[in-house]
């Protein structure tokens, strides 16, 4: 059974930037695709980034392009989101998740969340 426990998010300025890491336990990390999905206040939870198996693939959501970046360290079973030029629309939960592929609909284990909060 995979488990993941988030850490790193808090408050910060727009224009800041945030790293949030994710543990993940319980199975082969270098077997498992993983993703960063965010849920803000009243909305959908929604993708923001993934990573295939070995790092040499990743994926983001248009509004994060060339401000986020997702990378994954396999020795230490930690995958990893750097956010950069923070926006008040960045403020959400934000989930790590895994699975068998990169891609939304196969990220399926998820954690429990990290709160972002980006004052204007």
């Known amino acids: 059974q995979v488990q993941l426990v988030e850490s790193g998010g808090g408050l910060v300025q727009a224009g800041g930037s945030l790293r949030l890491s994710c543990v993940v336990s319980g199975r082969t990390f270098k077997s498992l695709a993983m993703g960063w999905f965010r849920q803000a206040p009243e909305k959908e939870r929604e993708f923001v980034a993934a990573i295939n198996w070995s790092g040499g693939s990743t994926y983001y959501k248009d509004s994060v392009k060339g401000r986020f970046t997702i990378s994954r360290d396999n020795a230490g079973n930690t995958v990893y989101l750097q956010m950069n030029s923070l926006k008040p629309e960045d403020t959400a939960v934000y989930y790590c998740?895994?699975?068998?592929?990169?891609?939304?609909?196969?990220?399926?284990?998820w954690g429990q969340g990290t709160l972002v909060t980006v004052s204007s």
């Open positions: 998740a895994a699975g068998p592929r990169a891609s939304p609909s196969y990220l399926e284990v």
